[in-house]
Nanobody, 120 residues
Framework: QVQLVESGGGLVQAGGSLRLSCVAS????????MAWYRQAPGLQRELVAR???????NYADSVKGRFTISRDNAKGTVRLQMNSLKPEDTAVYYC??????????????WGQGTQVTVSS
């Protein structure tokens, strides 16, 4: 059984910072891309940032220069450092990963989500 578990969400004032963490656990052989998505009320889920196993990153235009994604391949973790937060960053943030299980099956997994609320 594979799980992605996020932590680090919360309430912060505009201009503040938060760091989200996600750890992958279970019968994992290898992890390919890892990413953070977010979904605000009434809107579609959108990609925030993605990082490959080799460390290449890409970001949504709305967060470039403010958010940084990183990962620790040995620990199966991915983090999202969020600085200069804005009220429009308020959303549920989801961890996402493409990984290969011990059964040699490549599958996409989602975490349960963590709420980030930025007050003005």
């Amino acid at each position: 059984q594979v799980q992605l578990v996020e932590s680090g969400g919360g309430l912060v004032q505009a201009g503040g910072s938060l760091r989200l963490s996600c750890v992958a656990s279970g019968s994992i052989l290898s992890i390919n891309d890892m990413a953070w998505y977010r979904q605000a009320p009434g809107l579609q889920r959108e990609l925030v940032a993605r990082i490959t196993s080799g460390g290449r990153t890409n970001y949504a235009d709305s967060v470039k220069g403010r958010f940084t994604i990183s990962r620790d391949n040995a620990k199966g973790t991915v983090r999202l450092q969020m600085n200069s937060l804005k009220p429009e960053d308020t959303a549920v943030y989801y961890c996402n990963a493409d990984l290969i299980s011990y059964e040699l099956v490549l599958r996409n997994y989602w975490g349960q989500g963590t709420q980030v609320t930025v007050s003005s």
